[in-house]
């Protein structure tokens, strides 16, 4: 009930309008805070109703993510065999450098790269099978994408010239046959063997007398004053030197051939004081030296 009374004004009395707050009820009186709470983690602490359906709905997410991981990979192992049978990435072309007297053929054969996949040809194998081949000294093999193997192949140089039977080989310092019928110019080595038989390319004749005759030709100018005119390989007796004013000598294996080159130098010179002439200076036995 609404209750208005009309009071008369009284003078001096000045009315006042007081808002007093109240605390509400059950309250104590303090001041009032908002205050925001955090949903409490999951497996923390007390789990209401929507925690309990979220935590439901885990499994599924779970499935989503690992569904997503395998279509990735399958994507990935799709797109990976694409590119492995794609002819995109096919070896179609071989760049051969360096080759002179071997065919480009003979190397892309040896190579066997052809149609395989740029990502998975094997190179080590590839170098590996040309250099097998007799006139290779060196070879490198690089990709060039996206379709071209490129090889790029060293021959083996022409050192010297070996006869034997009356047939003429071109060989390397190692020795090794690089053409037959080929002789080089005069003054480059030529060694003449005594051994029956033929050589075919990639043959390796003595390498103790291709040893020997490399040490001669460089020694013999400087220490006797005259140049060679042939290095023979004779069976029985090993190591044989015409010099160009006529003088043989035989220096047997070779071993120690600046020793063997020493000695005859200082014979040389003491029959020249002498007044000795020989034709032949036998150097095999080392400290015995025998002038004929």
């Not at 794609?86 to 080759?99: H, M, N």
């Not at 005759?213 to 013999?220: G, K």
């Amino acid at each position: 009930m609404i209750i208005r009374r009309n009071r008369a004004h009284q003078p001096g009395v000045v009315r006042k309008i007081v808002r007093r707050t109240r605390p509400a009820v059950g309250g104590n009186g303090h001041r009032r805070e908002v205050v925001r709470r955090s949903p409490p983690v999951i497996g923390e602490g007390v789990v209401g109703p929507h925690h309990r359906a979220f935590r439901a709905a885990l499994p599924g997410r779970r499935f989503l993510a690992a569904f997503c991981g395998l279509a990735i990979a399958a994507a990935l192992t799709a797109g990976a065999a694409w590119l492995y049978r794609s002819p995109y990435l096919r070896v179609q072309t071989i760049e051969v450098e360096g080759a002179q007297r071997m065919s480009d053929r003979s190397i892309v054969t040896a190579a066997d790269l052809l149609g395989r996949s740029m990502l998975t040809a094997d190179l080590a194998a590839a170098q590996r099978a040309v250099y097998r081949l007799p006139l290779v000294s060196s070879v490198r093999v690089e990709r060039d994408w996206p379709s071209t193997i490129r090889i790029i192949v060293e021959e083996r140089r022409p050192w010297g010239t070996w006869e034997q039977a009356g047939v003429d080989y071109l060989i390397d310092r190692e020795g090794v046959v690089i053409a037959v019928g080929e002789r080089l110019p005069t003054g480059a080595p030529a060694i003449r063997s005594s051994e029956p038989g033929s050589r075919i390319v990639g043959d390796r004749v003595d390498y103790q007398a291709v040893d020997a005759a490399a040490e001669i030709y460089e020694l013999l100018p400087r220490q006797l004053g005259t140049t060679v005119e042939e290095v023979a390989f004779i069976k029985g007796k090993g190591v044989q030197v015409t010099t160009a004013d006529g003088q043989v000598a035989l220096l047997g294996d070779s071993s120690s051939i600046a020793y063997k080159l020493a000695v005859w130098a200082a014979l040389a010179a003491e029959a020249r004081q002498r007044h000795i002439a020989y034709t032949t200076i036998d150097l095999r036995y080392g400290n015995r030296p025998v002038l004929q």
